[in-house]
């Protein structure tokens, strides 16, 4: 089984996770198994819009974010989420190792669950969206030094998130009040909550949805 990725950001060809699109637009993510080899050409990913340049980039970001925060204690993880810097790919197949090691969190409960309701939104765009809320809802469960150590950097990207988000004029995500409690239950058993510094319950993210999406009645 042989990887060619022409995207640089989700880690897929290093993880059994593999997100399938069908005729009705519906993703569908399923568990696979991890390549024997991958072609990691960044020239491939050349044709990528300035959009999903800046929304893989930001999930590649959560990736190391979620890994590095959260409750597994693996030092190579650790050490591969914290030397992520300037090439996003080499950047992803790190953030990518350490997300295969630990498991994610509460930003990929919930924007694994989201992009299935709403097909508009990838997948990077809900992650970018989710880090600062996300992060001050964990910050009580993570070791202040840990904590601080990672800040700066969950600082300038949200930063560089938000110009961007401005720059290539794209709205904030909508989502409608009668989905809230089918995202609630899923995103609360999502295998990625085993990893998160604190329990991720209903109510967690109910609070985050609330800060973070505009939230359409009716």
């Known amino acids: 089984m042989v990887a060619i990725p022409t995207t640089a950001g989700t880690g897929s ?5 593999s997100v399938l699109l ?20 960044p020239v491939l990913t050349v044709s990528k819009s300035p959009a999903l340049t800046l929304f893989t980039a930001v999930d590649c970001f959560a990736h190391g974010l979620e890994s590095y925060l959260g409750q597994k204690e693996v030092k190579e ?3 591969s989420a914290l030397q992520a810097r300037s090439r ?7 953030t990518g190792e ?7 969190g509460l930003i990929h409960c919930i924007a694994n669950i989201l992009p ?20 001050s809802y964990n910050a009580q469960g993570v070791d202040p030094d840990r904590r601080q ?3 700066t950097e969950l600082e300038q990207m949200d930063k560089l998130f938000q110009y961007y988000m401005q720059q290539l004029e794209i709205p904030p995500p909508r989502i409608r009040d009668e989905d809230v409690e089918k995202i609630k239950e899923l995103a609360a058993a999502n295998i990625n909550g085993a990893n998160n510094p604190r329990p991720v319950t209903g109510e967690a993210v109910q609070n985050v949805l609330e800060q973070v999406f505009l939230v359409e009645k009716g």
Do not use: K
């Open 13 to 17: 060809y290093i993880n059994e996770w």
């Open 22 to 41: 069908d005729q009705e637009n519906s993703r569908i993510s399923i568990p696979c198994r991890s390549p024997d080899l991958a072609v990691v050409d």
């Open 77 to 79: 993880a650790r050490d």
């Open 88 to 94: 996003l790919f080499w950047a992803d197949l790190l």
């Open 98 to 104: 350490a997300m295969r090691l630990t498991g994610l």
């Open 116 to 135: 299935g309701l709403y097909p508009q939104y990838s997948h990077g765009q809900i992650c970018g969206a989710l880090m600062t809320a996300v992060y």
């Open 149 to 151: 150590a990672i800040w």
